[in-house]
């Protein structure tokens, strides 16, 4: 059975809706935030997920942050690490020693990358945005130096298209994306992952796409 190490700064809910739905059997083994203040802490510990909170106190450079996430971890068993709304740029500190780890973009990756997904796609005008679920890999140089163009640029394990209205607002994009693309996405490549139908070989991942014609969380 999948067990997910999930990692949130927010309200954590692609993570509260993967526990809830168990695409392919999966949960969570825990959740772990790098802010105390976290909404998902709450909502985790009502469903009897283990938390574990790790924050990068003024004396801890980001390497000894992830160093100090990778300690917390060790009491817990799981097979791959779910970033949902997770705030931070992970180095190949924490990600060489991890199992395979995603990540979900509110954008059709590659295009739209970064921080104001939502924003970049309305002052485009196009009309198709939508959720991708990605592999993180690492986008922090050895001497910390941060990776602008590697963020949001690992490979991709599915997407789900959106489309976008005339008079869209950041807030319906956001939403629509959410419950429509992400909810749909993130529980899919979960269960590909839980199937067996996920290979990652350092830099390469393959994945088989092939539900049969259609996807059933659709
Ligand atoms: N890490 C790697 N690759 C990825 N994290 C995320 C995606 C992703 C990843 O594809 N290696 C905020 C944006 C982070 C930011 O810029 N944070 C900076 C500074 C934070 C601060 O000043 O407090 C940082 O150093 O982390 C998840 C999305 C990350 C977005």
Redesign the pocket.
């Known amino acids: 059975m999948t067990r997910i190490a999930g990692m949130a700064s927010n309200r954590g809910r692609n993570l509260m809706h993967l526990q809830d739905r168990r695409p392919g059997g999966a949960n969570l083994a825990v959740v772990v935030s790098n802010d105390p203040d976290a909404p998902v802490l709450e909502k985790a510990r009502k469903r009897d997920i283990p938390t574990e909170v790790v924050e990068q106190t003024d004396d801890m450079d980001?390497f000894e942050h992830e160093r100090a996430i990778l300690d917390a971890l060790e009491d817990y068993e799981f097979d791959l690490v779910a970033?949902d709304g997770?705030?931070?740029?992970?180095?190949s500190t924490f990600?060489d020693p991890m199992p395979t780890t995603l990540?979900v973009h509110p954008a059709l990756l590659p295009a739209f990358p970064g921080?104001d997904a939502h924003e970049q796609v309305l002052d485009a005008g196009v009309a198709v945005t939508g959720a991708t679920v990605?592999v993180?890999?690492?986008?922090?140089a050895e001497d910390g130096t941060?990776l602008e163009s590697?963020?949001?640029?690992?490979p991709v394990i599915t997407q789900e298209p959106i489309p976008v209205y005339e008079g869209d607002e950041e807030s319906d994009l956001k939403e629509r994306v959410l419950y429509e693309g992400e909810f749909k996405a993130y529980p899919r490549a979960v269960r590909w992952f839980a199937e067996g139908r996920v290979d990652v070989d350092g830099d390469t991942v393959t994945v088989d796409r092939d539900d049969g014609g259609a996807f059933p969380e659709r």
């Open positions: 980001r970033l997770y705030m931070r740029i992970l180095s990600l990540n921080m990605h993180v890999t690492n986008a922090v941060l590697e963020v949001d640029a690992g």
